[in-house]
């Protein structure tokens, strides 16, 4: 939150008067320089280095006329030195700063009222202690200019001081600090103290000694370390208080009751202060308060029905994002006439927007964003004749309502807002049609609608709104055809989103789009059946998915070369042929992600892939892929997720996969592949939570290694050859094992930190990993619940010897398959500690002995497999009828194969 207009003019206009006083009106050519003062010039100017020779005008007898000097007009001393860097924004200036030494010499000038050195860059020196000795020193302005260290209590000798300025560069790596602020006290005519990111956790009582300051207006402590409960002081000597800024501190503290009764505030920022509690009621009772920044606080409480029924007489600015409030808004909101911004995003505020609301004649931003508000817009809103507009909400910019849970249809007074910048109203429950009148807003920059339940065609006129940058109406019943006329004057647009409803996009193949789009996502849009040729006019793409798209082509050869800029790219589930080019690996160097899955590419895997550096995400699966996997995949060791399956990929595992260090899914079922199973797969791959080596020609022993894959949620094996007994450390896979209380715990809940990582947060352009769970006796397809699947399948190898108790550990498996072997002995009676289960899958190998009764107290078993085995005993019928019957009371649908006797 910015400081408002009022606050930075009292600044420029206190240095002004300090220096007006001073320095009347009579001409420059009038005052000549003080001898003394120009010799401590000149003894300060060969401290300092100055690339840019900002002081070169610092020559000849005059010293008034230098650059950055002032002199009193009477008696010709020296009282102000302002070398402030004045275009610290600016590149072009970069070399400006001042540096070097600061000199004694600078006690010489008895007459300095105001010193600035801002947004220099000192290189770490220390604050002169000698700063303590300019008495008349009335303005003092460090801050920015690379100062660090101790903080000299010396200061606290300037009596006169009105303005300090100590304000750290956020990005400085110097430490800056105080220790203690008794010196502080000394400052008795202090009105504005700055020492935004100064360290000051050492400092104890800072609350007791800036309240010795009686003429203080503006407090500035943001970022300062500040820790602990924000201490109560018995009287408030906080008269003169305007501004108050404590925010991103770490206190874990109360908002303090007196603050309320500091009637001269007028800003309050406590943003990202680890405060609690209740948030003061008596807030909307100060008379003068113009700004309320508590945001980001997560743990302030309010009923918003309580809070907004009070005055708020001269409010301009609130800012309760990010916390816990609660309740309605009442129609009383619409008294606060003054208000301009309001933000209450990601709290759990309730109902609906009152209709009063269009009273807010001043309102420019309305942001109400990840609540649970729920109910219809007001069909009308309220209106005032104190308004000058006739229509409501005349000044209103910025509409955000996303992700909430309101409803019914759009209302037509949205399409009457004028002036609107930004209208969010995805991911909620809207439906109808979206109104024409939106082509009116012609000051629209970003309209977000996704994720609702809107239908009927897309307007053409929003092919009008010629400052549209983004644009999303993804995932919604929205159909009908999209023509060239929908984007017609589209020539800012950076963002689209079209996917998930039902376009077909018909557009000409020599179409010049009027914009040079960035992010563009057409997923389960029909483009097809050719490939879109007016991409080849878009210079600038970084995300683009055409997944689902109806394409059935060859990919042309310019497009590969587009992808220079590409950061994100996704043509899965088409009909795409031909080969992936070797020259992919020259232009892929900013990729992020490829997914060109669910294709019929031929071929080999290029071997240039390697050179993908940054690449996170890799899925080639589901094509007609040949040929050993490239050994140059090894080098791209940022990658996390790794897709292959389904092609028909030969050779063996190659040895660089030891480098892949970040890999949180290796996916090669379904191949060709064979040899054994390298053990430095549990070595090296410590984030692995989905390992599937499913249907290849792996053979050998299982590598007891695997159990040291501590996030290991799904692991296949199944359909190979592999041999030797089911390793009895598999019991000590952590991420399937509880990590508190014991394994009989009923009520184990899975662990957020073993949960397998979903691509689709990571990327704009939603790439949404996907995979294939042979359970319950069918092929289950996993994409958005993918991170709640923990399964185990060696079925079909040639393992052999007991099932080790050791596995009936692991508490949070839900799918177990080891059929189709050459298991012998009995069921472990410590099944029933597999308290997730919901699919067991035991047939076809030559268990026996009777099957464990307790079997029956698996509640959350659906499927059960123990056929052609050698499994008997009189408790046969009865286990199968009592779990039968347990089921079936629990509701629960259970398929089960009772086993050949």
Known sequence: MGKLPVIELFLLSLCLLIISVSVGSSDDHLVTCLAPDREALMDFKTGLHDPNNVLSSWRGNNCCEWHGIECDNSTKAVVAVDLHHPYVFDDRYAFWNLSGEIRPSLMGLKSLRLLDLSFNNFDGISIPEFFGSLENLQYLNLSNAGFSGLIPAHLGNLSHLKVLDLEKRADSSNEFYADNFQWITGLVSLEHLVMDQVNLSLVKDWAGALNQLPS????????CYLSGYIPSVPSLNFSSLVVMDLSFNNFYSKIPDGLVNISSLQHIDMTKSNLHGRIPLGLGEMPNLLLLDLSWNYDLTANCSQLFQKRWEKIQVIDLSINNLYGKLPMSLGDMT???????????????????????????????????MTGNLPEILERTQTCPFKKPLHDLQYFVLGTNKLSGKIPYWIGQLENIVRLDLGDNLFQGHIPISFGSLRNLVILYLQNNKLDGTLPESLGQLSSLSEFDISSNQLGGIISQIHFSKLINLRYLDLSSNLFIVNISSNWMPPFQVEDLIMRSCILGPSFPSWLRSQKGITTLNLSNASISDSIPNWFWMRMTTFIFLSLSQNQFSGQIPESIGEICGSLFTIDLSSNNFIGRIPSSLGNCSVLYQLDLSNNNLSGAIPNSLGQLQRLRLLHLSDNRLSGNLPPSFMNLSSLRTLDLGNNELFGGIPSWIGDRFGNLAILDLRSNAFFGEIPHELSKLSSLQVLDLGENDLSGNIPASFGDLKALTPRKRGLMEADVQRDEYHRIPSGSNNDEGKYQERLVVNAKGQSLNYTTTLYLVTNIDLSGNNLSGRIPHELTKLSLLVYLNLSRNHLIGSIPES?????????????????????????????????LNLSFNNLSGPSLT???????KHLHLLGTLISMVVPFL
Do not use: W
């Open 216 to 223: 203080i207006v503006e407090l500035h402590l943001s970022g």
């Open 338 to 372: 003054s208000l301009t911004r309001l933000y209450l995003d990601s709290n759990a505020i309730e109902g609906g927007i009152p209709s009063s609301t269009g009273k807010l004649c001043n309102l420019n931003s309305f942001s109400l964003s990840g609540n649970k």
């Open 831 to 863: 099944i029933s500690n597999m308290i997730q289960l919901s699919s067991l899958d035991l047939s076809s190998n030559q268990l026996t002995g009777s099957i464990p009764q307790n079997l029956s107290s698996l509640s959350s078993l659906g499927y």
């Open 878 to 884: 009865q286990v199968t009828q009592q779990l039968s």
